[in-house]
């Protein structure tokens, strides 16, 4: 009996033996195939360049052109770049719900032919840049819910695959729903030309457009006059070309284009992209019954569209008016060197070792701020609608002797050379001006240069002292013919008084103090020093010790009209004005009263004397 037990376990294990190396070999389930039946394509949407869609409706073929999509077949026109992208994506991330697996029999073939795959509903070819070619035939859904039978080939024994029924949905198009109403499709940084033409009509003569691109940004008419183009109308151009919109389309028969004027459109835009590819827009007559429409046409396509009237005269408005209008082209930011000199206004800056210095008078460190500004308002000066394009002559504009000019040097300059602009004659309000690089006559308002600051005062950095607080080791205040008082500061802010007795520094007041005239702000700047000012009396004097071997001194003097203050630091022969609330706090002493506790005597104490108002020394004792 334990024998028989024996034998039966043994014929059980090696039952269950055979059994797994029989499924193991002849049932599906390796690493590849789970993977297999996992997704349909391994795909990749980024690589497919091309698909062929049939369904119902008709055969599409798409091309992706320059990064974008394009129909070439019923029609040879732009595709809905969104339309095609979601075609793709629900393919490449179609996971199967469920494999059906089939031998070829007569019975599967009635069955694929039932689920609506002999033949199929819909079919696409999916081409990629590596040469891979994709199939997938999609049939009927399934009766118990959406989904819908697939498979990825029509070879008789090829699976069949139920997967969701969006990927159905998005082969069931029509050309309407792939087609894109966008008129232009490129990337703005690829356009290297736009041409332009109108053709003539009652007084109005034909005009030609031509504009170049110079790289960076930068563009050139070609057409009607070689000038610069304004780098923000083509900006709107781009922005308006664009946004162009079919608004219906007409038909996909171009074998008669006169009876919507096309065969000789009325006009015509050009844009030109890398590399070398030309879309070309024919805009033909207005629609009969709807005024605010007209046709066109892309060249080399068969469909007949129409566009809004407006959209099209915004194109032509702002090509016509792509001249660039600045009179002095030059990038601020690329100014090295600024000088002016008009009527009473003269001034010249320039920028010495990164920093923008006032030059030949006030010289001094300027204010970068002010400087920025003042580039930035000059580069903006725009002609009027009156300017002439040559003139030979340049007395009639009083050119030849120019009463005045602004010169500008710019690192990287090509020609090395200054950029001018000179300012002529005055007449009916209006400057005649000419920059040095172009042959054209331009005009300004009488009042465009009024922003201009008069001369290099106004331009001076503010700051009339700039010593960091950290550095200052002393400070000597004079107030009049007092006694000069000397401050004395450690390394951690402690104030303390050397040359008065009973006296003690309020170290937090001598802190802002010092912070204050340390970075000692001008209100205006004065110019030379004039007798008014009293500066050789000063009523107050600040002697500023820090690790230079010489102090920095500065003197405050009389009260002006204003009811500030003028100053002076040594060394810098030009005085300037400083805030009464400013001079205020300079003349508040800072000294206080030594504590009873700290006078070292057991004698009663001294009755407390006020602290001083001013920085002056105190005044002795009385003898009794």
Known sequence: MFRSRSTYAYMAVIIGLVCFLFIDK?????????????????????????????????????????????????????????????????????????????????????????????????????????GKKDELLVGRKMAINDN????????????????????????????????????????????????????????????????????????MLQKPVVARASDSFMKTFFTQSLGLRAVTFVTDDASNLSQYGLASPAMTFSITTKPDEETVLQIGGPVPGQPDQVYAQRLKSNSVFTVTKKSIDDLVVTLANSRDHRVLPFEPAQVTSLSYEIGHKKVDVRLINHLWNTVLQAEGLADVGKINNLLGEISILETTPMMKDSASDLKPYGLDKPQGRITIESAGSKSGLPLMLFIGKSE????????????????????????????????????????????????????????????????????????????????????????????????????????????????????????????????????????????????????????????????????????????????????????PATNAAPAPLKKK
Do not use: C
Not at 30 to 56: C, G, H, W, Y
Not at 154 to 167: A, I, L
């Open 428 to 611: 009916n309000k209006l400057f005649y001006v000419k920059n040095s690089i172009e042959p054209f006559i331009y005009t300004l308002p009488e009042n465009a240069f009024d922003f201009l600051p008069a001369d290099n005062l106004l331009l001076r950095d503010a700051r009339a002292l700039n010593i960091p607080l950290s550095l200052i080791k002393s400070i000597t205040i004079t107030a009049g013919t007092e006694t000069p008082i000397v401050l004395t500061r450690s390394a951690g802010g402690t104030w303390s008084v050397e040359n008065v007795k009973d006296r003690m520094v309020d170290s937090t007041k001598e802190e802002t103090q010092a912070s204050l005239v340390s970075q000692l702000q001008a209100k205006a700047w004065l110019g030379p020093v004039l007798p008014a000012y009293k500066l050789d009396k000063p009523v107050l004097t600040f002697s500023i010790q820090d690790d230079k071997p010489k102090p920095t001194v500065l003197h405050i003097g009389a009260t002006l009209p204003d009811g500030n203050h003028a100053a002076l630091v040594e060394g810098i022969p030009l005085a300037f004005e400083i805030t009464d609330a400013d001079y205020t706090y300079l003349r508040t002493s800072t000294l206080q009263p030594l504590p009873a506790v700290l006078n070292g005597t057991n004698a009663p104490p001294v009755a407390a004397t006020p602290a």
């Open 148 to 219: 819908v039978y697939a498979r990825t080939s029509d070879r008789r024994k090829e699976p069949v695959r139920v997967v969701s029924n969006t990927v159905k949905s998005v082969l069931q198009k029509d050309l309407s729903e792939f087609r894109s109403r966008n008129v232009f499709d490129f990337e703005a940084d690829k356009v290297t030309k736009i041409s332009g033409r109108t053709a003539s009509s009652g007084n109005a003569p034909a005009q030609e457009f031509e504009i170049v691109t110079k790289g960076g940004g930068k563009w």
């Open 26 to 130: 002849k049932l599906p389930g390796t690493k590849e195939q789970e993977e297999s039946e996992a997704i349909l394509f391994k795909l990749m949407p980024d690589d497919v360049i091309r698909l062929e869609i049939t369904n119902v409706h008709n055969v599409f073929i798409f091309e992706k052109v320059n990064n974008h999509w394009e129909i070439k077949k019923p029609v040879d026109t732009l595709a809905d770049n969104a339309a095609v992208t979601e075609v793709i994506n629900q393919i490449a991330f179609a996971q199967p719900l469920r494999t059906i697996r089939i031998d070829g029999s007569d019975a599967d073939q009635a069955n694929l032919k039932e689920w609506g795959l002999a033949p199929a509903a819909e079919r696409v070819v999916i081409f990629t840049k590596d």
